[in-house]
């Protein structure tokens, strides 16, 4: 079993900046995909960001040139640092993770943590 726990969540006026941390159990050990997602009241959820277990990125288009995923040199840590917010980034925002390389369906990722909540006010 795989534990996430996020964290960094909070309320920021639009155009500011926030940096999201997710704790990965046993992360040295295991190969690892991460990925953050988010999800607003009412809408789906929806794919963020993710990182490859050999470091490569991707970014959902309306994040990209915002938000950079990235994970410390132990693998303990994912982040998630958010800048230019905007009040559509309002989300609980969650970290997941999947062994091998990531999955390009959300349904796929296997480990997923409890949420934080990230508000955006304008």
Same mark, same amino acid.
């Given at each position: 079993?795989?534990?996430?726990? +996020?964290?960094?969540?909070?309320?920021?006026?639009?155009?500011?900046?926030?940096?999201? &941390?997710?704790?990965?159990?046993?992360?040295? $050990?295991?190969?690892? @995909?991460? *990925?953050?997602?988010?999800?607003? !009241?009412? =809408?789906?959820? +929806? +794919?963020?960001?993710?990182? +490859? #277990?050999? *470091?490569? %990125?991707?970014?959902? $288009?309306?994040? =990209?040139?915002?938000?950079?995923? &990235?994970?410390?040199?132990?693998?303990?840590?994912?982040?998630?640092?958010?800048? &230019?917010? =905007?009040?559509? $980034? %309002?989300?609980?925002?969650? @970290?997941?993770? $999947? !062994?091998?390389?990531? !999955?390009? =369906?959300?349904?796929?990722?296997?480990?997923?943590?409890?949420? %934080?909540?990230? #508000?955006?006010?304008?």
């Amino acid at each position: 079993q795989v534990q996430l726990a +996020e964290s960094g969540g909070g309320s920021v006026q639009a155009g500011g900046s926030l940096r999201l &941390s997710c704790a990965v159990s046993k992360y040295r $050990d295991i190969s690892l @995909c991460m *990925g953050w997602f988010r999800q607003a !009241p009412g =809408k789906q959820r +929806e +794919e963020v960001a993710a990182i +490859e #277990t050999y *470091g490569s %990125t991707r970014y959902a $288009d309306s994040v =990209k040139g915002r938000f950079t995923i &990235s994970r410390d040199g132990g693998n303990n840590t994912l982040y998630l640092q958010m800048s &230019s917010l =905007k009040a559509e $980034d %309002t989300a609980t925002y969650y @970290c997941a993770a $999947d !062994p091998g390389s990531c !999955p390009r =369906k959300l349904s796929s990722w296997n480990y997923w943590g409890q949420g %934080t909540q990230v #508000t955006v006010s304008s």
